[in-house]
């Protein structure tokens, strides 16, 4: 909330021109000095209006004298932010001071323009003061006397001190005084600011917007989805969460609920949810190629609101090892129906099916799904889903053909702080996953637990150290009796990059089989090389046993160096790699959207 600063300052005097504009000749490029102690310089030139003229390029001697008369005011801004109230500001176009120039007369160009600051003495607070405020309330960092005495610091408290009524239902507080005074003798500054909390307000029940009649999503569901809690203690984080519900749903363009400005009967705060709606219908088509992997096409078909209520029905589509060494060719078809706010507005209904053949090195698997699950957002880091299925397969491998009737209970938990899905430079990612299996019709039962565990730290502008664990286990039934596509294998582009498609597994040759336990570390070193190009050395590891206890097993490696370009919806990666163990001198390469991990 800005609020004037009332301090008695000595030093310039601030001239305002009005300016008749005409043409000039061009000029060269100008110059911008700043001359002042250290520690102030970066500050004043981002604070400098000159400054940014010359990086514009703008050579106008007009516009330049301009710019740096009003940089008089910018400065001094600058420096009472770092609490120096005292200064003596000098700025000289070619030499003569700035302010004593005509706007009206320009001269042909200008070459210099030099900012002289003496800062004189910075000033602390004698006193430092917000009330009232909410009981429990800690001082606002840097507000305190002693502290340096800036104005940021001061409007930073301010504010701080009405969101903090605002927070425990206070809708309408506001500052209704405050009293800053400096004291130029003893370089100090007095604040005060008084809070007016207003009555403690509830929710009162949401009302659509008037342009936001004519949403095909259902007024009814709109309410639900935004989930502002009618009858509740006025939250501002209700109103924020509910936006990003109605945004997450896909369902609209934009989404926004407005706050009413006078209070309403029985001390209630009325808002208005305004939407403007998406398109109801989008398909996308995706490929990436492999040496070793072949080629994967994907596609996909959705309606955002299928039903009138924000339902999402979506058709996905995939075609694999086109042209590959991974087997033959893998096909799957998937239809999914959610519905949000089911029972809670952060919940989520889901229906799916699944039809996949899969011809994989070592089995053939014909597999269908069908599932109905619910997940659950506790926060914008943490999600639990859980799943109950059906699931039959015909599955052929090493162990003859065979049939697998299962009743799949799925459960599990992600966490994702990272600052982009596609090309992450800071925060960590987490799946975790435990799927018990019980089977009937002669098939065994069992659980089937997975977890794929990733971070990424950056190192300076430039380097982004990366790393992904990856791990799981089968619990239960022996390799024989186990789903071949349930089992684990190592090898290719999700795990270690050089080595062949699936080449680690359990045994060799026509026996061979997946895995019970299973394990992979990924690290990489990612460097941006301009602003558009960036490479990327890897190395992978990958372990795999046939007990489910990761003992008794084997690992392999690779490493590699990729080329990373940025565009629009992501890197386009390329990776080469070559394997580290096994004595093989293949090279395979990787392409496709995002980074690896």
Known sequence: ?????????????????????????????????????????ESLRDASLSQTAVTEGRTEAQDLIAAAQADYRRVLGALYERGFFSAEVHILVD?????????????????????????????????????????????????TVGASAGTEVMKDAANAGVDSWRQVGHAKAAVSAQDIQADHNRNTVAARFGIAPGPRLTFARPRIAANSAESEVRPERIRAIAGIPEGQVYDPDDVTTGERRLRRT???????????????????????????????????????????????????????????????????????????QTGGIDYSLGVTLTRPAFRHPDAQLTFRALLQREDEPTYESDVLEIAVGIDRIISEQLSLSGEVGLRIAESTDTFGTRDFRHILLTGGATWDNRDSTTNP??????????????????????????????????????????????????????????????????????????????????????????????????????????????????????YVAASSTFSGGDWHAGAGLGIRYQTGIGPLRADLAVPVTGGGNSVSLYVGIGQSF
Not at 27 to 39: I, Q, T
Not at 434 to 456: C, E, H, I, K, N
Request: aromatic share 8%.
């Open 250 to 324: 896909g369902a609209f363009r934009a989404a926004s609920i407005n706050e009413d400005e006078a209070v309403g009967p029985n001390n209630t705060l009325g808002t208005e949810i305004e939407v403007e709606d998406a398109k109801q219908r989008r398909f996308g088509v995706g490929a990436e190629i492999s040496t070793v992997e072949g080629l994967r096409l994907t596609g996909f078909w959705l309606h955002r609101n299928i039903f009138g209520g924000a339902e999402r029905l979506r058709f996905d589509a995939e075609v694999e090892g086109i042209g590959g």
């Open 1 to 41: 909330m800005p609020f004037p600063l009332r301090a008695s300052v000595h030093g310039i005097a601030l001239l305002s021109l009005v300016a008749v504009m005409q043409p000039s000749a061009p000029s060269r490029a100008a110059e911008v000095v700043v001359r002042a102690p250290d520690g102030l310089s």
């Open 95 to 143: 030499g003569r001071e700035a302010s004593d120039l005509s706007a009206l007369r320009p001269p042909a160009s200008v070459g210099t323009i030099e900012i002289v600051v003496t800062p004189g003495p910075g000033f602390v607070f004698s006193q430092a003061e917000v009330a009232p405020l909410p009981p429990q309330t800690p001082p606002y960092p840097g507000f």
């Open 425 to 542: 430079s800071k925060g960590a990612y987490a799946d975790v996953e435990l799927m018990p299996f019980v089977g009937f019709g002669g098939s065994a039962s069992g659980a089937r637990a997975t977890a794929d565990v990733r971070g990424y730290r950056a190192v300076g502008e430039r380097v982004v150290l990366a790393g992904r664990l990856q791990a799981g286990a089968i619990m239960g039934p022996t390799i024989a009796n186990t789903p071949p596509d349930f089992l684990f294998y190592s090898g290719g582009g999700g795990t270690v990059r050089g080595q062949g498609y699936q080449s680690l597994g359990v045994g060799t040759g026509a026996t061979r089989t997946g895995g019970r336990s299973f394990a992979a570390l990924s690290t990489e070193v990612r460097t941006e090389v301009t602003e558009k190009i960036g490479a990327v050395a890897f190395v992978d590891f990958g």
